[in-house]
């Protein structure tokens, strides 16, 4: 008996462009040689982070994420009029509020639509990846621009070595526009998406302070073996579920975006689902953990640089504080 959904026409969230945006500093582990007693062997070997890139004077999240939005918009030749949702993942918003997505919207000169941040830490763009589609999909809404943008430089405590030589700023946008498919895996856009969060492990990485409690910013705190331990032993289930929902396997996948916080989680994931080496998009080295801009910052290079192209089957995957970890599967 055939499939039921491939009888009926759904809507589906597809990429229709892309785009990214890096402030112009870039601070290599040399660099950080200057600041705390570290080295450009020990950083390389343990993360694979090579340089990242640094947040000028004024240049805030929604600064960053603005010209990711505005380079997706050029990419999929559409202006902001064609947009009615903007959803941006960050965990360094300009303020405690107004979410740095309705800045972002007035920045692109949109009167229309709706507009929010995501807070899901480096899983959010996933996150808001999986929102934006079931904005789509439900019909009450058109085209979404989904942005990642972070300036982590700032809720760094630049005196602790465990962090402050991991984090950098950027921002990534992808544009998402409702298309009419099948229901099949062959159909172009988001097939499926898995969320997950787990909040007891919130002493593992936090910020240490905020408005209800501090009513400071905080900095950035982590127990890095922990959540190493975790990334690799547990988020490869939302992968596998991804996979399973689809009627996919590793071997039909063209591309493994995850997010960029260490090579060796990456390269432990990616084996232990069978994915093969040369399907892993890598950009740690030149970015550092940019957290929620991680996945759209590496879609973007995977694009410009070829390798990325329309039809491909994509799986994005993320963990990220609280912990929070998700995954997305999408044809490009
Ligand atoms: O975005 C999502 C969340 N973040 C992550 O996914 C990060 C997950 N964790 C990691 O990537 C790794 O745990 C780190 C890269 C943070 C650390 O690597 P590790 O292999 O787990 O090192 P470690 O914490 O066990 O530290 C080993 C040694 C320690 O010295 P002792 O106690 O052995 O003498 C640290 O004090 O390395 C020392 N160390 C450093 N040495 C030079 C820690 N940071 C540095 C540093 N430079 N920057």
Known sequence: MADKRDECPIRRSVVVGCGSYLPERVVT?????????????????????????????????????????????????????????VVCATSTPDFTFPATATQIQAGLGMEQGAAFDIQAVCTGFVYGIAT???????????????????????????????TCVLFGDGAGAVVLEAREGTGAASDRGVLTTKLRSDGRHREKLYVDGGPGSTRTTG???????????????????????AFASAGVTAEDLDWFVP??????????????????????VITVERHGNTSAASIPLALDAARKDGRLKEGNLVMLEAIGGGFTWGSALLRW
Do not use: C, Y
């Not at 947040?55 to 918009?73: I, P, Q």
């Not at 900095?219 to 579920?241: E, I, S």
């Open 132 to 162: 934006a589609d079931k904005f789509l999909a439900s019909g009450s809404h058109h085209r979404a621009l989904v942005i990642g943008a972070e300036t982590f430089s700032r809720i760094i405590d630049w005196t602790d070595r465990g």
């Open 219 to 241: 900095h950035l705190r982590m127990q890095g073996q922990d959540v190493f331990k975790f990334a690799v032993g547990k988020v490869t289930d939302v992968v596998r579920d």
């Open 259 to 280: 997010h960029q916080a260490n090579r060796r989680i990456i390269e432990a994931s990616a084996d232990k689902l069978g994915i093969a080496r040369e399907k892993v």
């Open 29 to 85: 582990n040399k660099d950080l040689e200057a600041i705390v007693e570290t080295s450009d062997p020990w950083i390389v070997q343990r993360t694979g982070i090579r340089e990242r890139h640094i947040a000028g004077e004024g240049e805030t999240t929604s600064v960053l994420g603005l010209k990711a939005a505005r380079a997706a918009l050029a990419d999929a030749g559409l202006t902001a009029s064609d947009i009615d949702l």
